[in-house]
């Protein structure tokens, strides 16, 4: 999951949990958005803490000689 999915879980939970009033037999929308945002930052603290973890690799390139014939 990227940031990208993270933040829009996010949303579309805040969304749910916050803005929805409808009603609908045997799902709880607002249960439903907390666990939506709940996934939502959890991703996107996996998603940032695997981004810092690449970044803090030094890559050294090789050198491979040429063979003279």
């Not at 949990?17 to 439903?32: C, K, N, P, Q, Y």
């Not at 390139?61 to 063979?67: C, D, I, N, Q, S």
Request: aromatic share 4%; no cysteine.
């Amino acid at each position: 999951m990227g940031i990208g999915t993270s933040i829009l879980l996010i949303a579309v939970g805040a969304i749910l949990r916050f803005a929805v009033t409808t009603d609908i037999s045997g799902i709880e929308l607002s249960t439903v958005g907390v666990i939506l945002m709940v996934v939502g930052v959890l991703g996107l603290l996996i998603s940032l803490f695997l981004l810092s973890q690449r970044g803090d690799r030094v890559v050294e390139p090789r050198v491979r000689e040429r063979e003279r014939y």
